[in-house]
């Protein structure tokens, strides 16, 4: 699809795991977000920028399937990175998706899990991604 890609949501509750226990919480977006998404914007891992109370943030961002949802739902998660405060679900947030970095993939191990995180947040730090599309 044509990135980057606008939107604005409302922070809902995820599954309550992954995020935080990975040193990557993710806010969790809602519906309405998922049903509006471009159906072409595949599932995977994004970089951009995010708003959130006035000030705006680098994120990484993932497009995935919902295990909640027998995967038959997409999730839209965004890390924001260097934000350390504390929780903001029901806040409004605007992000705009700016470039692909990478498929969805399983990993062997957490620690692989871990490693793949970390990258993806670096790529998403400095806003350019290897593979990103524009
Ligand atoms: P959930 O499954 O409910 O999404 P997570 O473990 O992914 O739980 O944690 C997500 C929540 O953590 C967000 O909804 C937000 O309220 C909070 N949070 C704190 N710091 C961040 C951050 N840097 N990026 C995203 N969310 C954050
Ligand atoms: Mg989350």
Redesign the pocket.
């Known amino acids: 699809p044509l990135l980057p890609y606008r939107f604005t949501g409302e922070?809902?509750?995820?599954?309550?795991?992954?995020?935080?226990?990975?040193g990557?919480?993710?806010?969790?977006m809602d519906d309405s977000v998922i049903e509006n998404l471009p159906e072409d914007l595949a599932v995977g891992v994004y970089y951009g920028n995010a708003c959130f109370e006035g000030k705006e943030?680098k994120?990484a961002m993932s497009i995935g399937w919902n295990p909640q949802y027998q995967n038959e739902k997409k999730t839209v998660?965004?890390?924001?990175?260097?934000?350390?405060?504390?929780?903001?679900?029901g806040?409004k947030l605007t992000a705009v998706i700016i470039g692909f970095i990478r498929e969805m993939k399983s990993f062997a191990s957490l620690e692989e899990l871990k490693t793949a995180i970390a990258k993806d947040i670096e790529i998403a730090r400095h806003g350019t991604a290897e593979h990103g599309k524009l």
Do not use: Q, S, W
């Open positions: 922070v809902v509750r995820g599954f309550g795991r992954g995020g935080k226990e990975l990557c919480p993710t806010a969790n943030y994120m998660e965004i890390h924001l990175i260097d934000y350390f405060g504390g929780d903001f679900y806040k």
